[in-house]
């Protein structure tokens, strides 16, 4: 398993290193033959209003899925116990999932009910950072509904950013303030959003109850 150490803001040191080694690796223990990869980012934020002010988060590639914590306190290495207890819990969630996907006769359906929204944003002003902060890079292999929901929640993320493998589209999946799911589609032509006659199309995801079965 390869375990790659970043640090933002903060020198990486030995006694660091040791125990993220020592943490994450007990953490991913009884995992690993289904993970390939974990990078860890440590940060320590400049602004001394943000509070708290260190923060751990850790990435898992396994299997072609990406599960992802992070946890933030005023101590790192008390942010490090944190974020590699809620990966390990992650992990679980992903075998077991695995586990009922293949022991499910057929699998869940997606059941899909399709909002027109005409205005994105409403009297909002939309406003972008000053500056950006991060960019990151990762692989967009074709997903379903299903697949991409699990990756939602296996990220940790309000959304998560996938392509269509019927459409070829790239989506956004993201969880709902109501409760719920949405998705976002891409305009086929200029502007920003899909949908039937050029309006914005959202679609409100409601996954089907399992079977006492496999509860």
Do not use: C, W
Request: charged content about 25%; cysteine-free; proline content about 5%.
């Amino acid at each position: 398993m390869k375990l790659v150490i970043h640090g933002k803001n903060i020198e990486i040191t030995d006694a660091i290193r040791e125990y993220v080694h020592q943490k994450i690796e007990k953490a991913v223990s009884h995992f690993q033959s289904i993970t390939n990869e974990v990078d860890v980012h440590l940060s320590v934020a400049r602004n001394p209003r943000i509070n708290p002010r260190q923060a751990a988060e850790v990435t898992i590639y396994a299997n072609g899925s990406v599960i992802r914590a992070e946890e933030s306190s005023e101590n790192l290495y008390a942010s490090i116990d944190l974020v590699a207890d809620k990966i390990a819990r992650q992990l679980r969630k992903y075998k077991e999932r695995r586990q009922d996907q293949k022991t499910q006769a057929q699998p869940a359906e997606v059941v899909v009910a399709e909002l027109v929204v005409t205005d994105l944003i409403g009297d909002r002003t939309p406003e972008l950072p000053n500056e950006v902060v991060r960019t990151k890079y990762f692989s967009m292999p074709p997903m379903t509904l299903a697949e991409a929901l699990d990756q939602l929640q296996l990220v940790g993320h309000d959304f998560y950013m996938f392509r269509n493998s019927e459409t070829g589209e790239i989506n956004v999946i993201y969880e709902r303030n109501h409760g719920g799911y949405g998705v976002i589609h891409p305009r086929n032509g200029n502007g920003h959003t899909n949908g039937k006659n050029g309006k914005a199309t959202h679609a409100n995801i409601v996954m089907p109850e399992k079977s006492p079965s496999n509860k």
